[in-house]
């Protein structure tokens, strides 16, 4: 069974950076590519970014391309989020995610098995 422990979320304003952080359990973290996603009161769970198993391949969605990075670091199992420029509209919480298959990328949630429980980012205008 796999952990995702997500840790880093905060009340900041705009502008504001944070990291977030996911631990992962498990022997086998480099051998999946994990990913962020985050849900927004009232809307749908939505793709942030992903990074392959060895971290050399990331991918980004519009909103949050040149702001945030994501990364990983295989002999910790985890995979972090760094969030530069906070939006108020990057107001959520974020989960991390381990994808199921090989393909890269992957932007749908259902591709993903296993979930961390969240964290909170909230930013003030």
């Known amino acids: 069974q796999v952990q995702l422990v997500e840790s880093g979320g905060g009340l900041v304003e705009a502008g504001a950076s944070l990291r977030l952080s996911c631990a992962a359990s498990?022997?086998?973290?480099?051998?999946?590519?994990m990913g962020w996603f985050r849900q927004a009161a009232g809307k749908e769970r939505e793709f942030v970014a992903a990074?392959?198993?060895?971290?050399?391949?990331?991918y980004y969605a519009d909103y949050v391309k040149g702001r945030f990075t994501i990364s990983r670091d295989n002999a910790e199992n985890t995979v972090y989020l760094q969030m530069n420029s906070l939006k108020p509209e990057d107001t959520a919480i974020y989960y991390c995610?381990?994808?199921?298959?090989?393909?890269?990328?992957?932007?749908?949630?259902?591709?993903?098995?296993?979930w961390g429980q969240g964290t909170q980012v909230t930013v003030s205008s």
């Open positions: 498990g022997r086998t973290f480099s051998n999946y590519i």
């Open positions: 990074v392959s198993g060895s971290g050399s391949r990331v």
């Open positions: 995610a381990r994808e199921k298959g090989p393909i890269f990328p992957t932007m749908r949630a259902d591709s993903y098995d296993y």
